[in-house]
T-cell receptor, first 114, second 112 residues
């Protein structure tokens, strides 16, 4: 059981480039989340999904898009990267609604946008 | 809007001390509160989850309490060890938002 995995682990982009971050979970969880973590800001929710084929906006969705074509995968896309998107990105999953369930986190992707 | 604050931001203590980390939240309509541990360069690991109907949870040397009326949670670490060195994050879910709102964390260093 690998849990939640993220690829890549680290990436450097130039302003305006695009990329996709991949999150995969093998726990058959319904809910999946993308967060970003910045110094002094805590983790902030970007987008989330309550099931295959569904996505919803979180607290800071601008500049990002997501897709959940398969239950086990949740993709985060940056269409035109900006330096403000330099951050550490975490994916998480939970079995059902977030209220009564803990979330399981991946190891993170460090993104540097120059 | 739910806001979560953690005090202190950093803490350095000698091995063996008992510690209290504080977490306060503005929205009293809290459903549950979780404490996570984050090691440098790593993801988050859930330590304790306190449901709204509970007042505390215990796991080994860790004890977390939740006081919804005062908007506070505390994480008590007994007999601290160097292996406890990490950043500790609290996160709450309120009935209003239904999503985890994280505090900024307390960075703990326990030295031998």
């Amino acid at each position: 059981n690998a849990g939640v995995t993220q690829t890549p682990k680290f990436r450097v982009l130039k302003t305006g480039q695009s990329m996709t971050l991949l999150c995969a979970q093998d726990m058959n969880h319904e809910y999946m989340y993308w967060y970003r973590q910045d110094p002094g800001m805590g983790l902030r929710l970007i987008h989330y999904s309550v099931g295959e084929g569904t996505t919803a906006k979180g607290e800071v969705p601008d500049g990002y898009n997501v897709s959940r074509l398969k239950k086990q995968n949740f993709l985060l896309g940056l269409e035109s990267a900006a330096p403000s998107q330099t951050s550490v990105y975490f994916c998480a999953s939970s079995p059902r609604a977030g209220r009564g369930e803990t979330q399981y986190f991946g190891p993170g992707t460090r993104l540097l946008v120059l | 809007k739910q806001e979560v604050t953690q005090i202190p931001a950093a803490l350095s203590v000698p091995e063996g001390e008992n510690l209290v980390l504080n977490c306060s939240f503005t929205d009293s309509a809290i459903y549950n509160l979780q404490w996570f541990r984050q090691d440098p360069g790593k993801g988050l690991t859930s330590l304790l989850l306190i449901q709204s109907s509970q007042r505390e949870q215990t796991s080994g040397r860790l004890n977390a309490s939740l006081d919804k009326s005062s908007g506070r949670s505390t994480l008590y670490i007994a007999a601290s060890q160097p292996g406890d060195s990490a950043t500790y994050l609290c996160a709450g879910i309120s009935y209003n938002t239904d999503k985890l709102i994280f505090g900024t964390g307390t960075r703990l260093q326990v030295f031998p």
